[in-house]
């Protein structure tokens, strides 16, 4: 299960993701925003963290018009692992290193096409563990200063 979540600048964004992911058989949970009219992403932000870290959804889907503040809200909670990704290259790598468990995107830098297939490679590149386990967990280490 798949967790997404917007700010009122993104619904239309979220809406092509979901009808995608939908044609794929792939199972999402709806988090919000349902209008325009203006929300506050940190909102949004923890409902979706805490559908991740209760294990109801396995991996997470955030935006907002830049992607910024909701990715920047999401990793104010524990055991979350946001990474803002307009690009091929970083969502692949933010799981095969990072180990991310969601992906942020901005509804106002990239289009429909490019947030599609970024979600795809997100959702289908595992984590390669091994050193990057190590800095992972350093990572996750951070959590307690």
Do not use: W
Not at 41 to 49: H, L, M, Q
Not at 83 to 112: E, P, Q, W
């Amino acid at each position: 299960m798949i967790a997404i979540g917007c700010d009122h600048s993104a619904i239309e964004l979220k809406n092509n993701i979901i009808q995608h992911l939908a044609e794929q058989n792939i199972p999402v949970k709806d988090f919000g925003t349902y209008t325009k009219e203006a929300c506050d992403y940190p909102d949004i932000a923890e409902v979706v963290c805490t559908a991740i870290n209760s294990g109801e959804c396995d991996k997470g889907i955030l935006i907002c018009g830049t992607g910024i503040g909701i990715s920047m809200s999401a990793n104010k909670i524990h055991g979350i692992r946001a990474a803002l990704c307009h690009d091929y290259f970083s969502a692949k790598y933010t799981r095969m290193h990072n180990d991310s468990n969601i992906i942020a995107l901005g509804a106002r830098v990239i289009g429909s096409g490019l947030a599609c297939e970024l979600v795809d490679v997100f959702l289908n590149t595992a984590f390669e563990g091994g050193r990057h386990a190590t800095r992972v967990q350093k990572m996750m280490d951070l959590e307690n200063l």
